[in-house]
């Protein structure tokens, strides 16, 4: 296809669009007078036509080989019109997935020792009988040597169980920081901007990537956490709660208070696709209990009973919460 001359935003604005049509067009009972405007938006020009091909395209590839015309519609989406905060919220979950589905931790795992696929975890035992723990979509390389064993996590959340070797530091690194065992048991995750370590057992040093050496006070000890961020370095520790942070160890997911938005995020990271809250009044409502990791339908049914929301199932990778 031949690229455009058109500005990137206007480019933008056009893909949008157009996945707002495509949607629309199978979201619902369509009528006559829609159908028509939406053919009239195609016809405006030859950016628009390709747009919306190019959209049609993304739901073709998101639904396992189904056309827009033959996407399978979900009986409580029958009949409905959804409200347009919703079509925002489509919309813009399909140009997120469109842009991340292909390429998602791809680059990571190709050049990875060990990693895991979305929804999998994973234990490994190591040449010197430390396991580690792969949570979902996790990717670590291992480097062993005489004098060293360096890890490095690229993306996701490891628990680490240290086999003791005082000649060979136990180190984990990220692209930010890196920690160092003191002990035997401590976890990492990687977030958007910080990682977050959590020790239960023993100690853990840390240090920035390219520090020369650990600070003495730089330490997280047994029952803490802490964040480390590249711009603010190492937070202050606070006490770790267990039960919560521990749960994913046991295939559960603990919420205690929690806004649906960081619920939903914390849910994406377990299954696959993408989980759209339509507006902001749901995603600031509070969430508290215990989802199981194995039963993705099983967790979106206690969320619609938890709080009386609705669930679409637009596509296999694409579920709405809405009201």
Known sequence: MPMSNA?????TTLSDQAIDWVIRLRAGNVGEQERRA???WQNRSPSHRRAFAEAEQLWLDMGEGWSVTDLPIPAQAMGRRYSRPVWRGLAAAAVALALVLPFSGLGDRWFSDYY???GEQKTVTLADGSQVLLNTDTALTVAYSDTGRKLTLKHGQALFKVA????????????TVV????????EVLQQ???VRITVQEHAVGVKGLHAPDYPPDARIQEGQQAVYSAANGLQAAVAADSQQNAAWQRGK???KNQALADVVAELDRYFPGK???SDAKLAALRVSGVFPLADRAATLAMLQQILSVKLSQITPWLTVLHG
């Open 179 to 186: 920690v160092k065992a003191l002990g035997t048991v401590f």
């Open 7 to 11: 500005p990137v935003s206007e480019i």
């Open 253 to 255: 997911l603990v919420f």
């Open 164 to 175: 003791a070797d005082r000649k060979r530091p136990f180190e984990v690194a990220t692209d």
């Open 192 to 194: 958007d901007h910080a």
């Open 275 to 277: 989980i759209v809250i």
């Open 38 to 40: 939406a053919a009239e």
């Open 116 to 118: 895991t696929a979305v």
